[in-house]
Nanobody
């Protein structure tokens, strides 16, 4: 199994920045890709971005492209989500997830393990 723990959520004003971190432990050798998803109240969980476990490739949802950046710290086995120019519509619970495949990275069903989520609130 893989254990994932997110940290770094909080409240910020519009235009501000937050950095989320996802620490992976356990059978990390089985991870091929990591994804970030978010879920706002009353909405479905949506894809934010993904990164290969090697750190070689990243993908982003159009809604966050140019504002969010995913990176991986190989030494710490963490995947970070740097969020800049935050908007009120970015308010959601953010989840990291791990996958043993790198296909349909935008599909939550492709992921095997999930963190507990961390709240991000952006006020106008």
């Amino acid at each position: 199994q893989v254990q994932l723990v997110e940290s770094g959520g909080g409240s910020v004003q519009a235009g501000g920045s937050l950095r989320l971190s996802c620490a992976a432990s356990g059978r990390t050798f089985s991870i091929i890709a990591m994804g970030w998803f978010r879920q706002a109240p009353g909405k479905e969980r949506e894809f934010v971005g993904a990164i290969r476990w090697s750190g070689s490739s990243t993908y982003y949802a159009d809604s966050v492209k140019g504002r969010f950046t995913i990176s991986k710290d190989n030494a710490k086995n963490t995947v970070d989500l740097q969020m800049n120019s935050l908007k009120p519509e970015d308010t959601a619970v953010y989840y990291c997830a791990s996958s043993q495949r790198y296909s349909r990275y935008y599909d939550s069903n492709s992921y095997d393990y999930w963190g507990q989520g961390t709240q991000v609130t952006v006020s106008s």
